[in-house]
Antibody, heavy 116, light 107 residues
Framework: QVQLQQSGAELAKPGSSVKISCKAS????????ISWIKQTTGQGLEYIGY????????NYNEKFKGKATLTVDKSSSTAFMQLSSLTPDDSAVYYC?????????WGQGVMVTVSS | DIQMTQSPASLSASLGETVTIECRAS??????LAWYQQKPGNSPQLLIY???SLADGVPSRFSGSGSGTQYSLKINSLQSEDVASYFC?????????FGSGTKLEIK
């Protein structure tokens, strides 16, 4: 069965970076793009961007350019998102999801807390 | 960016009732719309795609309709396991955007 297994919760200091992983299983990894989504209580769900898992090409929401960097390791069927120059506004749950337009399978989410 | 206006923000209904959630896009999204269900503590799950197609494994009491800028999700015969938040999402224009969500409770 299709599964997206994300890495564990992160506690980070302002100004630092974190790298979240999303390991796919149960399907051909390079046949679907991976999207990343941010969820907060205040802002709801925000689309960060997606990565073409075959070519590594990316498309970012303008709002997250410079904040998020998406990469992929085809050999391990894993997508990554690095968040840099963290501020308290980056505290959220971050999801990866398999994408073909709609988002049909989601990871369990990673809670990122930015605090000094 | 396309704005997705979802209503109502919260909804309380009795078991067995039919409920409808609406989503209005700020421009035509040509039925490129999905609905998701998110139960407390869980990640969202796809219910409906392409405005009216039921995702795999989703009970037939869920249905989607609409076109242009107006879309709706209907839940027939409300069950206790339907307590959740529901979100719409357009994937016609990038960046893809979500509605603000509807929290459904049982009366």
């Amino acid at each position: 069965q299709v599964q997206l297994q994300q890495s564990g919760a992160e506690l980070a200091k302002p100004g630092s970076s974190v790298k979240i992983s999303c390991k796919a299983s149960g399907y051909t990894f390079t046949s679907y793009y991976i999207s990343w989504i941010k969820q907060t209580t205040g802002q709801g769900l925000e689309y960060i961007g997606y990565i073409n898992t075959g070519s590594g090409g990316t498309n970012y929401n303008e709002k997250f350019k410079g904040k998020a960097t998406l990469t992929v390791d085809k050999s391990s069927s894993t997508a990554f998102m690095q968040l840099s120059s963290l501020t308290p506004d980056d505290s959220a749950v971050y999801y990866c999801a398999r994408f073909w337009g709609a988002l049909d399978y989601w990871g369990q989410g990673v809670m990122v807390t930015v605090s000094s | 960016d396309i704005q997705m206006t979802q209503s109502p923000a919260s909804l309380s209904a009795s078991l067995g009732e039919t409920v409808t959630i609406e989503c209005r896009a700020s421009e035509d999204i040509y039925s490129n719309l999905a609905w998701y269900q998110q139960k407390p503590g869980n990640s969202p799950q796809l219910l409906i795609y392409d405005a009216n197609s039921l995702a795999d494994g989703v009970p037939s009491r869920f249905s989607g309709s609409g076109s242009g800028t107006q879309y709706s999700l209907k839940i027939n015969s409300l069950q206790s396991e339907d307590v959740a938040s529901y979100f719409c999402q357009q994937y016609n224009n990038y960046p893809f955007t979500f509605g603000s969500g509807t929290k459904l409770e049982i009366k």
